[in-house]
Structure formats: C-alpha cells, structure tokens
C-alpha cells in the first residue's frame, strides 16, 4: 500500500498559504480585540531605578501599561523548557516579575491600546531611570570564566572519553590543533512572532506560532498558576522557527496577562527587531580540537573542547561535541563543554543544535588534517569510517553514507579536484571543492492520533502536531491515506491545537517518525476496526475480509480484489448505530535499551568561486546526498534539504549578530544589516536522496530530514574555500574582507 507514500505529493496546504488563507496567529482576530506592544530595556546590566508610564497612558485609545510594578506575579517552571537540560529545571526567564535587567533588548513593559499605532507610539514615551551596573556581551573576554554546566541536553555528562588523548597523540605522525570562533546566529523567521490571547472566565485561548502547542499549554498552566485544561493553545501555521518556537517565549505569557488585566482579548506582534532579542539564537562558541593521525590518515586522537555562550539567569547547553564523539572511528576521544555567562538572550536550539557549530568546526579540522597528511580529504573520511557507533559500540539500524560519498562526489566531479589549493581557476577567479559529512541521530517520541471515518467516506486524522514548514500536513495526509487505503482526497489532517490528540514538539527532526507513526497506528486500528465491524454480521456483502482486502473509494468500503464486492459506509455504520468509526492510538517512544544506533547520514559537496580581488564568495554548485531512510515525500523532503543548505550558506557566509560593546546592543537588529542568504546568493542546489530499508527505526522507516541538511553545510563550503584560496579562516563566518587581510 504505497499509492503515496514515497511520492511527490504537492503540499496539501500549499493552496491556502499561496491564497493568503492560512491563519497565522498575525492574521486571528477577535471581536473586541486589542493590540499591545512591548518596551524594551536599553542598559545590558542592571536596576530599572524608575519608571514613568504617565506620558504613554495618557495617549488616546491606551488602555493600560503593565510593567514590573504592576504584573501578576508567575509560577516559576518546575520542569525544563523545550531545548534546556533537566538540570536547568526552576531556571528561565520570567518577564516583568522585578526590576532587574540582564540583557538590553529585555522586555521591560507592554503597552496595551485599541490599535497598533497607538499601542507601539505610547510604547515609545515610556520613560525608563536605570542604576547601571557592569556588563558583558564579550565572549573572548569573558572565556577564562567559563564552567561546567551540570548536565547536557539529555541529562548527560558533558564531558566525555574514551581511550586517552595523550597515547593517542604518541603514536600519532602529524597532530593539528586548530582553533575556531563561530558567530552568534539568529533564526530570523519570515514571520515575526505573535500571540492573541483571550479569556472567557479563567479559560484562556491562546493563538501562538509555536512548535508544540501541548507543551506550550504544560509552560503557559504552570507560569499562570492555572490547571491545563483550563489553556488551549491553537497554532495551525507557523511561519518559520529553526527551534525559535521551541520553548515559550516571554510575549506569549505577557499577551495572556495583558489580556486578562484588560479584560478583552489581546494581540502581540513581535517588532523584527524584538525577534532579535525575545525568541533565542544559536549561541556563539568558541572551540578547540586536536586531531593527531597517523601518516596513513588513521585518526589515533580526537580532543574536542567547546565554549559556548549562554545568559546571566539561565542555563542552555548545546553540547557541540555530540558528533565528534560518534562519527569517526578514532579510539582515543576527549571531548569537554563548558559556557560562559554573557548579557545576552538566552540562547535556544536552532536548526540542528548542537551540531551545527559542532560540525562545522570537527569537519573543517577534518581537512586541515586532510591537508597536513597529504590525503584528499574525501579519501581521509573514508579510512576513519565507522562500521558501528564508535560511542556506544552498538551497529547502526543502517548507514549508507559511503554511497552518499561516492554519488556525491561523482555528481560535482571530485575526481577534477586538484590536491594542491588555489590551484584551480576559472577565468580571473579561484576554484574550490569542499567536501563534509553531516549526520543526525533519529528521534522518536510518544505521540498521539485519532481517525473518524464518517458515512460520506471522508476521513479525519488528527493529532495536536505542529508545521513550521516541512510538510507535515501534506505527509500526514499521506500517510493516512495509504493505510487507510482511501484516495487522498478524502483524507483531511489537522494539527496544532491542544483539542487534538497530544503530539510532542516538532523539533529534533522527529515529527515524521513520531507523529506519523502514531497517525500510522490509529489508521490501521481504524481499518481493523472497520473489517471488525463488516464480519460482526454475517450477511454483509464483505464478510469473511481481512483488513487488508479492504479499501475505501467514494462512500463505499469494497474488496481490492473485488470491487463488486462493496457495501455503503452509511449502512455499515447505521447497522451498528455509530455516527462514524473512531480509533485513537498512543504511539510510544522509542524503547530502551537499544540494540540499534539510529542516525541518517549524509555528505555535501560544493564548489565555490572566490573573487581574489573582493574575496567575495560565491557558492557555484552544490551536491547534497542525504540517506535519511524511507523519504516520504521527495517533494517535500528536497525542500527541508534546500532549505538546510541555503541556512548553512549563511551559517558559512554571512550570518552574524553583533553587537555594541559598550551598551551591549544588538547593532544589526534587522534584515538589511543582518546578511541572510538571498535568491543571488544561492545556486542550483542538486539534492539526491540514498534509499534505505530500516526497520529498526519505525514502522515507517523514516529517519527524519529537517536537521540533517544544515549540518556540514557550512565546513564544506569553508573547505571549498581553504581549497580555493590557501586561506583557512577560523573566525566564522567568512567575511570578504577575512580573505583579503
Ligand atoms: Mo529544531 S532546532 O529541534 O526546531
């Protein structure tokens, strides 16, 4: 039964987002509604001495500021928030509970009128006294204070080892101990965030882009001191959120407060520049490896030590070395974590944290190791393979990333790649191929699903999942179809509201192995159900058929392989006395312990051209081949894979939050100064996907893609460049003018 499943189904959401007529939380509007607006904090350390609503409030159509001195006060988390380590449980951002300040850009009031205008101009005549007190948003400064954090994002020792490094660097012929910075990186979705909130009673509605709506009803109850079912959370759309929808972000608790102290619902839209400080970033990092190998290439050492930044009040730990522990097959491995404290937002997952920085630095000291023993690096990767998982010892449930290498590099025509960099030209400009691997381990989370089958043949599938983009909607929708064996057309899917059945966050590119499992599951219970019910009475024209001779076609359930043999749903369902046949399944996670180590695999290659007079880079050609298990929807699927590889361009090339040291403000808070890869900056992008069977992973054999095409984009581009110009640049991301120095 794979009518669907494995091809290129349009979204089926395209049609309502090209016609405007998908709701995103900016679009929801209520009778009655009013609209707020934040005011935002200007010191980076510090008291709010004063502060003098008077001016904003006497602006027509305000109806209230709400500050520090007036908020209710909220519950902390007994729990971690989405994307924080267990060990940070209790910690988190509360907005407006005192005076204190940690980071400029700190949301300090809200400002609630009967417009936006009005709403976002008295925000402005908000006047704030500070005592200021010293701050620091300098990483390299501050990293001589860097600590341990207690614990990694699964409740793991940060650090890590196997064998030991110093025999390892013995026996080793060449050692390198390469150095790199990678920068601040914002999501920036297109879409700024926004809430509307409302109360009927002590009931609160809360329309949110978010990217579990269930596990932003469990933050939003506890903060609120409400019990859950008294919070629905409802998020059909999102437009973009790379894991800045992960956890629940100040606005939306602050939307929720402004609208019960006005007593009518309220709407928040988030400023661009707001985005830049009230919804995380990937944190800036500082790190250091060691590779010593033999003369042969054989790895016999591996240190990889990561810094990386987090905020003054909160803990959130990206463990950076997560891949180098797992990827090679190097016996002697050290790998440390530490964070150091800045005036900053805390920082969140973005798209393939912790790997993201993780990889970029492990694949680009892969190549100065290439380089220092003389091996193309390709050739260097394939005699540190590893045949199982080197961390945990276990097989892997499948690995086909040596095809990845070989179609990969076939397809850009590696074998034209000369050894010797800058030595490939085009015309006046440099050529370089670069090669790096990216990995992602496969999640699987419990989830939930329901299906009604109604009389009129048509079916709804429900689960309270979210999608921020990948395709969700359209895979689900897939998925349904073939095991319930109906034409898609007859199937709708729903998500994104806590009435549906729990799902968990769509994020740790698990939505695919986790809900669509679950939506697997309630399905084939339906089926059975629906043979169930057919051989409950002897004189139906399909008794005697298994679930798997049935299919639905119009309003009549009949046999496959005998379509005459058929039956109206409305007279199976009348003769039972049912309005619609029902199933609700609760998948589970995935099981321990495991006998299997599970991650897709993937290898990207690209060739660059470098302006030896601008030291501008351009990206020319570049080849992705992903093995990521069974691809669902190759339309789709190619899509999370583009977009991964256009995010690692600016991940590579680009992408930089700075600030202003002395005030500690962000000083491209804006998508003109904040450089973001644009239709110019990206090529053709040549996508293949490597077909595994892996039926360890889940019944749909899906590893999962949203991730794994960022990861190793931007070393490989880096590499291109080293190869291209003979520099290595260390200091991400690549600036022009860091060539021409
Ligand atoms: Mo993803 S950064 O887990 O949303």
Redesign the pocket.
Known sequence: MNKHLGHALPRVDGRLKVTGQATYPSDVSLPHMLHAHLVMCTIAEGRIALIDTSAAEAIPGVITVITHENAPRLQPLSFPQVGQPPSSAGNGFLPLQDDRVRFNGQVIAVVVAETPEQASYAAGLVTVAYDREPHQVDMETALHAGFKPKTGGFGEDVDYSRGAVKNGLAEADVTVRPHYNTAINHHNALAPFATVAAWEGDRLTVYDAI?GVHIERSVLAEWLSLPLDKVRVISPFVGG???SG?RTNAHSVIAAIAARRVGHPVKLVLTRKQMYTSVGHRPQTHQELTLGARWDGQLTALRHDAVHATSMGDEYVDVNTEVTQMLYACPNLEASTRLVRLNIDTPC?????PQANGVFCLESAMDELAFAVGIDPLELRLRNYADSDPETGLPWSSKSLKDCYVQGAERIGWERRTSTPRSMHEGRYLIGLGVATTTYPTFKSGASASVRIFPDGSALVQSGSADIGPGTYTIMTQIAADTLNIPINQVRFELGDTALPYAPLE??SMTAASVGSAVHDACHSARSRLAELLNRDKNSPLAGSSAEDLEIVADSVRRTDDPSRSERLADLLGRHGLPHLEAKVKSPGAGKPRQFSSHAFGAHFVKVRVDPDTGEVGVIHFVSTIAAGRILNPNTARSQIIGGITGGIGHALMEQTEFDLASGRIINANLSEYHIPVNADVPDLEVIFIQEKDPHVNPLGAKGI??IALIGVAPAIANAVFHATGIRIRDFPILPEKLLA
């Open positions: 990217q959120a790379f894991g992960l997952p973005m798209r393939a944290p994020g740790g949203g991730e």
